[in-house]
């Protein structure tokens, strides 16, 4: 006898069941397979070996949990048919088949302005044509056209299944078990409230812990000094290649369609053409490694210098200021660097400095309160807002943004 499932086991959630037909048609679909071949946390690995996990498995990660949230919610009689389930499970499955190379580290590099949830939306809009139509209620839903609000919620927002899933995901990666959050007990205790979704009184510690998580995993790992770093290299890289290739030197490029963003300014596209979609749908982080590969021996110096450094991990160091650095500050770290430039015998100019020298500075708001509330429902008719629901005082210190000036720079400075 056949089983209406599919069975896959993941170390987070353990055996995840996917309903056979079209989400499992959608699962095999080369446009969610190649989220095998981009890393979720980008430059993470280079500081925590273990995170190696990619934007696949979080996709299944997040659609297990939404799983079992709109069963939980139909148990509480919340109306979900079986239209709407389905095209749930179909919104938060696809909601990343949209991020490049690295995911968010290239989010900017190859198309200006943009965001990956333009591609997501371009991609889900392509698989409905190929689908007949069986997207069309996800698609609604991913952007909030549905009549029913709390479906998109649960996709985006303050307290939504996506973050859940890498929140707790990356935890167990990284190895940062600061990052743990308790997600049967928020999963159970979410209900709709005027269309809207609510968490119950009791489910109130489950969510301080997971905004404190949340502030930690952005201070620990996101935020990490040397993901900083490893993402102002690996830019310098394109923004290298992309410079020689502008001014007509000859770079070998492993990749078609890398070589298609490469050779055309990023601000040269004015939206998604089907063009863009059949290159970009190509690109995974085997593309920029190969191509890296092939950089560290090119003839260029300074391209040769920087691949060989993201290759080898020789990385540059990331220096934090308490605040904005002043313009002698900044002289300072300019002068030094072209010395090290000089020193290496690299060119010193300020085209190449640039490549080694960043300032920038990181900024993470934990709970952003003022644009996208989670609300605690207190009494049967009564939602109040997280930081004004009793016991959760401390809150506000977590929904003050925290912004810290940083420069990346050579190692043999100071």
């Known amino acids: 006898m056949s089983t209406h499932y599919k069975i896959f086991s993941d170390p987070i959630h353990g055996f995840i069941n996917v309903p056979k037909g079209i989400i499992l048609r959608l ?40 799983q079992v949230v709109l069963g939980s919610l139909r148990d509480k009689n919340t109306t979900i048919s079986n239209a709407e389930y389905e095209g749930t499970l179909i919104a938060v499955l696809l909601h990343d088949i949209g991020h ?33 139509g069986a997207l069309e209620t996800a698609i609604q839903i991913f952007t909030n056209q549905h009549s029913k609000a709390f479906l998109h919620q649960l996709i985006s927002s303050q307290l939504d299944i996506d973050r859940l899933d890498y929140l707790k995901r990356d935890s167990f990666y990284t190895g940062v078990y600061e990052g743990s959050v308790g997600i049967d007990r928020i999963l159970k205790t979410m209900r709709v409230f005027k269309n809207h979704i609510v968490i119950e009184k009791k489910g109130i510690y489950a969510v301080e812990n997971y905004i404190l998580a949340r502030r930690l995993m952005y201070m620990q790992v996101y935020l ?10 690996l830019k310098s890289i394109i923004r290298r290649a992309r410079h020689l290739i502008d001014s007509g030197d000859s770079v070998f490029v492993a990749s078609p369609a890398l070589d298609f963003f490469l050779t055309q300014k990023a601000n040269s596209f004015k939206e998604i053409t089907n063009e863009i979609i059949d290159h970009y749908v190509l690109l995974d982080d085997n593309d920029l490694v190969l191509s890296i590969k092939y950089w560290q021996h090119s003839k260029d110096p300074i391209l040769s210098d ?15 200021f308490d605040n904005k650095p002043n313009a002698e500050v900044q ?28 300032f920038d500075r990181s900024y993470t708001e934990a709970y952003q309160y003022k644009n996208d509330s989670i609300w605690i429902l207190q009494e049967p008719n009564k939602a109040v807002e997280f930081s004004k629901a009793a016991d959760t005082k401390n809150i506000i210190a977590l929904t003050k943004p925290v912004v810290k000036p940083y420069v990346v720079h050579l190692k043999t400075i100071g």
Not at 41 to 66: C, D, K
Request: aromatic share 12%.
């Open 27 to 66: 699962i095999d679909h080369p446009f969610m397979q190649r989220l095998r071949r981009i890393k979720q946390l980008g430059m993470g690995y280079l500081v925590f070996p273990g995170a190696e996990h990619t934007r696949f498995s979080h996709a299944l990660g997040a659609m297990e949990l939404m």
């Open 100 to 132: 490049g190379p690295f995911s968010h580290t290239l989010e900017h590099t190859f198309l200006k302005d943009f965001h990956h949830e333009k591609m997501t939306l371009a991609l889900m809009k392509r698989l409905n044509n190929e689908f007949d």
């Open 224 to 233: 990490h000094k040397t993901v900083l770093g490893g993402d102002k290299l």
């Open 306 to 320: 920087l691949s060989r450094r993201f290759l080898d991990r020789d990385l540059m160091r990331t220096t934090f």
């Open 331 to 358: 002289l300072t770290y300019k002068e030094r660097t072209r010395q090290a430039l000089k020193d290496m015998k690299l060119p010193y100019d300020d085209l190449s400095l640039s490549y080694y020298l960043h």
